[in-house]
């Protein structure tokens, strides 16, 4: 077990769940900005403390969940609130670990306390929903009427779109969820989508001029969805561009339409410290849907396993316990 130096923490891992971003690197044998292989990696965790090197703010036996960057605080961005665009952003990987040692910088600024009753593979999630509560508050200061009056599209119903559902339902939105699979679509309205749509970004069937949309966000992280998102927006409409498409990727945009119909374009990337808390009092709120997105649990040893189900779509997330016994 590492020994912590100074302003370090360790943590035992108690729930890491799996994500898309895992299966990427997985496959893909890397990803552009968080990690070069080879790499520990995993990154939505909660944990408990076990060792605290001596000044730390935190104790041994501490419930904490763990974001999984720090930013320096210093920089421009930093200056402006916007943490996660920080010049000198570190990233945390190797939550798939009996153990994960938090850097100094990660142990001071991105370490949060996991309220009392609230389930470690609930928890973990934390890190996923603050990167859909980030792209919900980027949209809402993008757009000028109320949200209730807003019609919204999510393209994609993976974990990240379910979650993105549920931030647009809880301000009232109506939503739209639209998915090649028909039990995506089923959670997609257990998540407040008044509406489902069964298709595929491209697939031809395309977006209706009759029935445009003031958000759109892309969830799945393809030039296909990137472009149905932009194409379904109404006079003065949001793209929420949210997925990553794979590096080098260049999209055609109909300039007339965004020019004359003020549409807006915004890249969404990641989270930042106020909207990690967020998303850690809106798990609070609604534990049991969001719990309902873990459809396995299994121990360290069957990560592989894991990873097969997600690549599969056989499950929404996973949950690693490793010292489940
Ligand atoms: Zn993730
Ligand atoms: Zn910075």
Request: proline residues 8%; hydrophobic residues 40%; contains cysteine.
């Amino acid at each position: 077990m590492p020994e912590p130096g100074p302003g370090e923490l360790l943590i035992r891992v108690d729930a890491a769940t799996t994500c898309g971003t895992d299966v990427k690197v997985y496959r893909r044998g890397g990803h552009p900005t968080m990690l070069a292989l080879p790499s520990p990696f995993g990154h939505e965790v909660t944990g408990t403390v076990v060792r605290a090197a001596a000044g730390s703010f935190h104790t041994e036996g501490d419930a904490v969940v763990v974001a999984n960057s720090a930013s320096c605080g210093k920089c421009q961005p930093c200056r402006h609130k916007r943490e996660n665009l920080c010049r000198n952003l570190i990233y945390l990987n190797g939550a798939f670990a009996d153990y994960l040692l938090l850097p100094e910088a990660v142990a001071k600024r991105s370490v949060h306390p996991r309220p009392a009753g609230l389930a470690p593979v609930v928890a973990a999630m934390a890190e996923p929903l603050a990167c859909a509560v980030h792209c919900l508050e980027r949209c809402l200061g993008a757009w000028s009427g109320p949200p209730t009056e807003a019609r919204t599209l999510v393209i994609g119903c993976g974990p990240l779109g379910l979650m993105l559902i549920d931030l647009f339902h809880s301000m009232r939105t109506h939503v739209r969820g639209l998915d090649p699979h028909r039990h995506r679509l089923e959670a997609a309205r257990s998540f407040g989508a008044a509406e489902t749509h069964l298709g595929r970004a491209g697939d031809g069937s395309g977006p209706a001029a009759e029935d445009p949309f003031d958000f759109a966000i892309d969830a799945t992280g393809t030039p296909a969805g990137w472009d149905h998102a932009v194409r379904s927006l109404a006079p003065g409409g949001v793209a929420a561009l949210f997925g990553g498409c794979r590096p080098g990727t260049e999209l055609v945009i109909d300039a007339e339409r965004v020019h004359y119909q003020e549409q807006t374009l915004l890249g969404v990337y990641h989270h930042r410290p106020s909207s990690f808390r967020a998303a850690i009092d809106r798990l609070c709120s609604a534990p049991e849907r969001y719990g309902a997105l873990v459809e396995r649990e299994l121990p360290l040893d069957r990560l592989t396993e894991a990873l097969d189900l997600m690549t599969g779509r056989h499950a929404l997330k996973v949950a690693i316990r490793p010292h489940r016994g």
